[in-house]
């Protein structure tokens, strides 16, 4: 399966603490997205990511979030010093080059679903 | 904002029952509209899409029409079958953005045999 894989698919933290997802885009993808579905709500856009370069940051909480893609490896996402409010299910996903987005098809990974206790 | 509001789940149907799945939607402009799924195991794919007013999605049985005047993109199939048990996101894409999607909640649809 060449698809979007994302690991962990469930990882617990407690207060304080940091996570850290992450997410290998599909075979030949060099667009990375990460949206975030808090409990009761939809997915929301957090951040928009091309190889070594951060396009779009504005849907990132200002604090304790960052996110980067290097030329090797896959992207992840860096959550510091955990709070219960960051219990979420944090997708992935990746696109071809940019002239394919007018099909708007993102494709997502399965999640990570992270819990703070 | 954008915003997407989509029916309450769960949704629990016998095999070949109709389905409908409400979506509506608040955007500025003229936006994208999109179904995703998401079956157990794996990650949101596309179903359909529609790019304009009055225009009909269709894949895999499902069809959605996009309906400027009511601003809304319902979910229907005439027959569903028990492996369309998935979750449903109703997303849409506004002109001032090319990449950035704003979904539903999700319904969770479980077709029992």
């Known amino acids: 399966n060449a698809g979007v894989m994302q690991n962990p698919r469930h990882l617990v933290r407690r207060r304080g603490q940091e996570a850290r997802l992450r997410c290998s885009p599909m075979?030949?993808?060099?667009?990375v997205y990460w949206y975030r579905q808090l409990p009761e709500e939809g997915l929301k856009f957090m951040v928009y990511?091309?190889?070594?370069?951060?396009?779009?940051e504005s849907g990132m909480p200002k604090e304790r979030f960052s996110a980067e893609f290097p030329k090797e490896g896959p992207s992840i996402l860096r959550i510091q010093q955990v709070v219960r409010g960051d219990s979420a299910a944090y997708f992935c996903?990746?696109?071809?080059?940019?002239?394919?987005?007018?099909?708007?098809?993102?494709?997502f990974g399965e999640g990570s679903r992270l819990t703070v206790l | 904002g954008d915003s997407v509001t989509q029916m309450e789940g769960p949704v629990t149907l016998s095999e070949e029952a109709f389905l409908t799945i409400n979506c509506t939607y608040t955007?500025?402009?003229?936006?994208?509209l999109f179904w995703y799924v998401q079956y157990p195991g794996e990650g949101l794919q596309l179903l359909l899409k529609?790019?304009?007013?009055?225009d009909k999605g269709s894949n895999k049985g499902f069809e959605a029409t996009y309906r400027k005047e009511t601003t809304s993109f319902h979910l229907e199939k005439g027959s569903v079958q028990v492996s369309d048990s998935a979750v449903y996101f109703c997303?849409?894409?506004?002109?001032?953005?090319?990449?950035?999607?704003?979904f539903g909640k999700g319904t969770l649809l479980t077709v029992n045999p």
């Open positions: 996903a990746s696109s071809p080059l940019p002239r394919e987005w007018d099909t708007g098809e993102l494709f």
């Open positions: 075979k030949g993808h060099s667009h």
């Open positions: 990511l091309q190889k070594e370069n951060i396009i779009d």
């Open positions: 955007a500025t402009g003229y936006p994208s």
């Open positions: 529609a790019t304009k007013a009055d």
């Open positions: 997303a849409l894409r506004s002109g001032g953005s090319n990449y950035k999607l704003t």
